[in-house]
């Protein structure tokens, strides 16, 4: 909750906390586990009318001063599908629906009156049932199989159930 009450001060357009954040603790839930620590705490939010990298450093900053042993990812959604080849997006949601397994497709915000949105163009069941699968509307393979190498996901959650990746 820290972390959604820092994000939600910071005022941004259309943000979530996303990837890992929401998916991690499902996965940690579905295991008995003590919450697993974070790479990082990935924050999306969408402006067209500001696209700088310096803008999301401040933004970073901000956040680190309030909380100091998270390390803040911050990404405005408007300039990201330049780096992953995508047409444009529409706003965060649209963003996270494009990454690249379904269960890290989500992301939450906390509202000013303390509820929780969600967003998860797949469904938050593919969270809950431990699969991991590609997402089918944007397939990268190569990607994909790399992040289940790199992310050794099954050691940490061996209950997970990976699905291969055969778009060839």
Not at 53 to 66: G, I, N, R, V, W
Not at 87 to 104: F, G, K, L, M
Request: aromatic content about 10%; some cysteine; glycine content about 2%.
């Amino acid at each position: 909750m820290e972390c959604l009450q820092a994000v939600r001060a910071l005022n941004l357009p259309d943000w979530f906390i996303a990837a890992g954040f929401v998916r991690n603790a499902i996965w940690d839930h579905l295991h008995s586990l003590p919450m697993t620590p974070l790479n990082d705490v990935d924050v999306v939010y969408f402006d067209p009318d500001d696209c700088s990298l310096a803008t999301e450093a401040h933004y970073a900053s901000l956040l680190h001063q309030q909380l100091p042993h998270v390390n803040w990812e911050v990404r405005n959604q408007a300039r990201m599908h330049v780096k992953h080849q995508h047409p444009p997006y529409q706003n965060s949601a649209d963003a996270i629906a494009r990454w690249v397994e379904v269960p890290t497709c989500v992301g939450v915000q906390l509202t000013t009156d303390n509820c929780l949105v969600f967003t998860a163009a797949y469904g938050l069941e593919h969270n809950w049932s431990l699969h991991v699968s590609i997402n089918p509307h944007y397939p990268r393979p190569a990607v994909y199989q790399q992040r289940i190498r790199d992310k050794k996901w099954q050691a940490l959650w061996p209950k997970l159930m990976i699905m291969t990746a055969d778009y060839s």
